[in-house]
């Protein structure tokens, strides 16, 4: 399906056929204007409601240079703002969480209300040009989606609401807003572009060849497609059980979940949000995951598992062997993201083709064209491209 399919008032792509050139996956120019284009405009997920239960409980979220802190207020309200110091630019909080009555900076402790208003400053007649009701935490937009906690930088876009309504009705019996944390949110570092992250997450073809043990337990089920803001990917555990232990194990052990439909008791479900925010949603757990950049070939994964409560031993179980499971799977992947932003480097690779089949690569390369008109470009252009008068036809 092309992106002219999905979203039917957009011209067709004379590019649809074909993968994005390998130069924007390393060009640190390129990568300026990605950011500015792509993803500072996009909703990036900092944590759970469940996270941050109590006033004054807070997360931090670290995205292309800045910093966020997401806090929960007197009123139980939750906000977002700029980790920084509206004195002389020194972040507020470290570390990932916390708690605190008030934000007070390390540096000269002025500090804020939990809802961002400037209270203290010591010595605070000295400075001429001070106004307090006008120095507050700077904001940043906010958004709830079914209890997760997002963030962008920039608007202008479409609300999560939005682009995950295609598919809200699906999520809905996994009672996302009833999640717990069952671990702790981890940081995987990467030497690859983000967008090598982001087109494997998507990617269904290379399942049965590079995922043994998915093809094992998923058997021939597996399927993708995409919609405006969303790809969607799933596949079925089988009844043949695997001979794989932890795999067998899981297929044992996995148990009935009372909120669930039948079709999604042995459902393996994911859902990427454009462009770098994905989601597992198994019956046992649901993790989140995304990707971000760091430099043009350098990006951190960061991930948690959430769960609703449930004590039931063969539900542990079956949590403990997802993990197993989709460690193998993560390790797979490392490898193979690395491959490919090895090989994108030889001169001798510019672009693909890009099989019917692999709709989401096809969605995603086609609203990156779309942003970004210089992606069409097979070579590499000169240096100074995006600061010269845009001359791509």
């Known amino acids: 399906m092309s992106l002219h399919e999905i979203l039917p008032n957009t011209p067709a792509d004379p590019d649809a ?9 390393d060009d640190p120019e390129y990568f300026e204007v990605e950011q500015a284009r792509v993803l500072r405009p996009s909703w990036q ?54 708690c605190a009555r008030k934000l007070v900076c390390p540096y000269h402790a002025w500090s804020y209300e939990l809802d961002g208003r400037l209270t203290g400053v010591p010595l605070g007649a000295t400075y001429p040009t001070l106004d ?12 709830i989606y079914r209890g997760f906690v997002f963030i962008r930088l920039e608007g202008g876009g479409p609300s999560l609401a939005q682009m995950m309504a295609p598919y809200d009705a699906e999520i809905a019996p996994y009672r996302f807003e009833d999640l717990q944390a069952i671990g702790r949110v981890t940081i995987r570092h990467r030497t690859v572009n983000w967008k090598n992250v ?25 399927g993708v497609e995409a919609s405006p803001w969303c790809d969607k990917m799933w596949g079925d555990i089988g009844v043949r059980m695997s001979d794989n ?72 179980a079956a949590r403990y062997l997802n993990w197993r499971v989709n460690r193998q799977v993560n390790l797979e992947d490392t490898a193979l993201i690395q491959r ?47 600061r010269r008068p845009k001359s791509v036809s």
């Open 132 to 143: 307090k009701a006008t120095m507050g935490l700077v904001p940043v937009e906010l958004e």
């Open 198 to 222: 982001a087109d494997n997450y998507s990617d269904g073809l290379h399942i049965r060849v590079a995922h043994p043990g998915l093809t094992r337990l998923l058997g021939a089920s597996y």
């Open 17 to 25: 056929d074909w993968t994005l050139p390998a130069w924007i996956y």
């Open 340 to 386: 490919v932003q090895d090989g994108m480097a030889s001169p001798s690779f510019t672009v693909g083709p890009l099989s019917e089949q692999e709709v989401c690569l096809r969605h995603f390369a086609g609203k990156v064209r779309d942003l970004i008109p210089e992606a069409r470009l097979h070579h590499r252009p000169a240096s100074g491209w995006s």
């Open 245 to 316: 232990p932890s795999e067998r194990l899981y297929q044992h052990f996995l148990p009935h979940v009372d909120h669930l439909p039948e079709g999604a008791q042995r459902r393996w479900l994911y859902f990427k949000l454009w462009p770098s925010v994905a989601f597992d949603i198994y019956p046992d757990q649901i993790d989140f995951m995304q990707f971000l950049p760091v430099s043009p070939t350098e990006t951190l994964i960061r991930e948690i598992s959430y769960a609703i409560p449930d004590d039931r031993r063969e539900m542990k």
């Open 45 to 98: 997920v900092v944590c759970h409601l469940n996270d941050i239960p109590q006033i004054g409980d807070w997360r931090t979220l670290e995205f292309l240079g800045e910093s966020i802190v997401v806090v929960r207020g007197e009123d139980m309200q939750v906000r977002a703002f700029s980790n920084v110091c509206r004195h002389r630019g020194s972040k507020l909080v470290d570390g990932h969480e916390g």
